[in-house]
């Protein structure tokens, strides 16, 4: 179901259906001809619903009205199972947008986490892209396998998912070269700057979803210091819900404040000499330390610049840390 093909129509068996109820409370079922869905609420037959247009009201036996809709992917990751934290709708979007995933595009994701990205990112580059995810852990890569079959409806031609670090595998024979972008969401991106940068095309483009300031500032500093990469962009996008009734009209009162930030950065050709950094770094923007060891590189004194500190993120759990996320 990579194409139309299950999105419209009538309703059919091994659909997946969005359940809203009166309160607005949601509920996703797959339909399956002759069971039934159970809730507090009464019984509703799946075969109420297989051959019905979408966007029908179905009630349940104690006569409670339904709104069945084809979850939307937004819907579907929100609600899928999860292991790690995933990528949240609007951070996806920048991703595709930014990151310019385009149909026939050859990609490396890692980690895969739950399969939220994945199934954007194949929605993106299409039955004739390729999407190489990585995953470090086979339980998580097992959820992710889930979803995205669960969501595509079997497995999507162009999705390659493996188990393993992206290092490591990345060294491996036969590992993906050539491709147009990475994109990672993991705790550790900038250790992986090297790995990267040998698989991608020249002016192909990294993206990195991190959850900390430590770790935007980790990643662009490897980025910038690792000689294969021109200037990296970062930036975070907030969405603000508006509340809209009759002379009502303003924002919510409640915002999500933060999911993660994005870096981007373009990849040189391998003979490209950069040009000249027209806007030199804010003079004390890397301490004393940067700056007696800039000059003397600049002197010819060969020494390198230390890599600015910066402590390990410090995510209230393991699986925010993990790349960005609530
Ligand atoms: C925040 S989750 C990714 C969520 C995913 N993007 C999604 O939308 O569902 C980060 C994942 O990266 C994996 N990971 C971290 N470092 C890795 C590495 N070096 N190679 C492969 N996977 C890695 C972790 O195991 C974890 O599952």
Request: proline share 6%; net charge negative; glycine share 10%.
């Amino acid at each position: 179901m990579t194409g139309i093909h299950g999105r419209r129509g009538p309703f059919e068996d091994g659909d997946i259906v969005q359940l809203t109820d009166p309160k607005g409370r949601m509920h996703t079922i797959t339909l399956k001809a002759g069971t039934a869905f159970h809730t507090h609420k009464g019984r509703l037959d799946h075969d109420d619903l297989i051959g019905r247009p979408e966007g029908s009201v179905v009630r349940s036996t104690s006569g409670v009205g339904y709104v069945a809709l084809r979850p939307l992917l937004l819907d579907f990751t929100l609600s899928m199972k999860r292991g790690a934290t995933i990528v949240y709708p609007k951070d996806a979007a920048q991703i595709l947008a930014q990151a310019d995933i385009f149909p026939g595009a050859r990609v490396i994701e890692a980690g895969a986490g739950s399969g939220s990205l994945s199934c954007w990112m194949l929605r993106a580059v299409g039955e004739h892209g390729r999407l190489y995810s990585f995953e470090r852990r086979e339980d998580f890569a097992e959820i992710a396998r889930t979803n995205v079959r669960r969501y595509f409806g079997d497995d999507h031609p162009a999705w390659e998912l493996t188990v393993g670090d992206l290092n490591e595998r990345l060294a491996e024979p036969g590992a993906p070269r050539e491709v147009d972008r990475v994109v990672l969401d993991m705790l550790a991106p900038w250790e992986c700057v090297d790995a990267v940068a040998d698989a991608l095309i020249p002016g192909g483009l990294v993206c990195a979803y991190v959850a900390t300031a430590t770790q935007v500032s980790r990643v662009v500093e490897a980025l910038r210091d690792h000689g294969r990469f021109y200037e990296p962009h970062a930036w975070e996008t907030m969405v603000r819900d508006w509340h809209v009734e009759g002379l009502a009209v303003r924002p919510d009162h409640k915002m999500i404040g933060h999911t993660g930030f994005l870096v981007t950065a373009r990849r040189r050709a391998d003979d490209a000499e950069p040009p000249e950094r027209r806007r030199r770094p804010a003079k004390g923007a890397y301490g004393e330390e940067w700056q007696k060891s800039q000059k003397k590189r600049e002197g010819g004194g060969g020494a390198a610049a230390p890599e600015p500190a910066a402590p390990e993120p410090t995510a209230p759990d393991a699986s925010a840390a993990d790349g960005a996320g609530e």
